[in-house]
């Protein structure tokens, strides 16, 4: 059983970056198609799947389908020394500690134990009525205004319309996005849906520098927020449960 | 009555600075002619006066004169996300709400009863026998030098010569300014008197970067220092008490 | 008994900044060569040992042979207000005041009297087996790495091989230098020895920008390093007591 991969360190942080945003620490599936990670964030609000297709890296080697235990926060220490267009080159012989040659470093980090770590979630099978492609920086510069006035945003689909909120105690913000102002709007049905800004806002900095982000969203029912990673070879879809609107 | 205003984010942004330095609440007259405040410091050791002109504004539309109270914290929060050269628009009906739009957001603000800010000071009629014209940077960094020795700076005219100096328990700094290091200088009198740094430091990071600042000293008198904004349509008056020197 | 001396603003924030990273207060030699000091940290781990000579300054003058007392961080205080060209025209007159006039401000500081300032300390004699000369920013991002996972850092050499490595509980890295990496690499015997990470993680920022640093090397013996400053007017040189390896 090893493993060696090969892969950008400027695309490799933002991998580590956009899970640990939510977890400390993973169990990623190495298999002969890539990597793959779910996890849930400690309160269960919140869900990450991460895949890399076996193409994003530079080199890929596997004998063996294996599972390791990541401590992300280890990690993202390490590639805060590599510069984004150095190579990151990974390799385990058995699972228990993790080779990590980087800018002519040599690290060997122990890994943790797969069992010890929390369980991965289960995906909901949601079809959600609204679907919205937009830029990354559009939803981060809305809840980076939303949080002036509230600690949760509303997000409204009337029509080819979609309308980002806050309301706070005393004030409110709002910002009206119409077809044109966005990459593509379908909505079956008109949705409105109220999000936690603390979560939208880690997942926010992640999301940023994506051209597309795909946002799924109905009436009180969870937001998906999709994009891609690694030159479209990875992907991250962040699910976040909605807060119930007190009448 | 309503009003409706348009102006620059950047230029904005430094009204709200060059004010909420010194008071956290103020009440705004909106007039014909534009819009004027006055406010002291919780302590009474400091004044501002400030106004901009119509003029100073990309558009400006006002049915009645009216009185607004303004959290001046909250508007520089929401400033803080725009980018300079947008615009923010800025309307309110009825005194209770202001609507300000920037950068596609609208937010909805409510405003403070002006009933409840601290009265608007009476301006003392001061006629200052030594006045001086300098760029702001050259007063920013005399008041830094200062900090590193001391808590008051001292300003001393001499003919036409501003000397700056401060004086710890151990260590002193001082900076000669002839007249060809200044703008202008004009005395009457030999002046002397000496400021709390703390004050100082606040109005010089306003100051800083205007290309000339009007300073009018005198003896154990405050020291007056006025600078334009908005493209010279509006200005800010510094008004500060002198601390007097013990024997 | 009077002392004159210019210095650029940039070289000499250089000098103080060496000696700072290891103590407050330093007694400097001032003689018809130049300047020079010698001090140990408080815990008497680590040495240094400064020297500028005379043609390191602008101009330098001198009476006769004197000893000041310093206190570092006033003077980096005020070094941080001028800008890397201007020059620094340092001054004394008795030993018991430091003129210092910068970017047109003149600064007067009270010295400390030398008697009260911890005794210089003695040099050991050590002939080292292994002389190493490379580039200040490899080591220093060698200590960078190593912090990452322990907090000391491990030196061998090999023939013409120096490894730089660090254990942690759980975790290591390991960065090996051939002679190819290095400027020059002589080695009469085989090296190695631990380190404190703290004290070289403060050295290693004072010599990152040194084009050659000179690392003098034995097996559980103090380490040396050693670089140019003030265009090569000037040298620093440090020295790390070792510390011992538990079995």
Not at 88 to 116: A, C, I, K, M, R
Request: negative net charge; aromatic residues 6%; proline residues 3%.
């Amino acid at each position: 059983m090893s493993f060696e991969g090969k892969i950008k360190a400027g695309d490799f942080k933002k991998v580590i970056d956009s899970v640990s945003r939510l977890v400390d620490e993973i169990k990623l599936q190495i298999t002969e198609d890539g990597v793959q990670t779910k996890a849930s964030d400690p309160a269960n609000v919140a869900m990450v799947i991460l895949s890399i297709n076996k193409e994003g890296f530079d080199s890929f080697s596997l004998d063996e389908e294996m599972e390791i235990g990541l401590d992300l926060d280890k990690l993202e220490d390490i590639l805060g020394v590599a510069s984004s267009s150095d190579f990151v080159e990974l390799s385990t012989e058995d699972g228990s500690t993790l080779d990590v040659e980087v800018g002519g470093f040599e690290y060997n980090l122990s890994l943790l134990d797969p069992s010890t770590i929390q369980e991965q979630p289960e995906i909901p099978n949601l079809d959600l009525p609204s679907k919205i492609i937009m830029e990354g920086k559009t939803l981060k510069k809305a809840v980076k205004a939303a949080e002036k006035v509230s600690d949760y945003l509303i997000l409204v689909t009337q029509g080819k319309k979609l309308t980002i909120k806050a309301e706070g105690d005393s004030d409110s913000v709002k910002l009206d996005l119409e077809e044109e102002d966005l990459i593509e709007i379908e909505s079956e049905k008109d949705s409105r849906s109220l999000f936690s800004l603390d979560y939208l806002s880690d997942m926010s900095k992640s999301l940023s520098s994506a051209d597309r982000v795909e946002m799924e969203l109905g009436s009180d029912y969870p937001i998906k927020l999709k994009f891609p990673i690694v030159n479209e070879e990875g992907k991250v879809e962040y699910m976040l449960a909605p807060r119930i609107e007190s009448e």
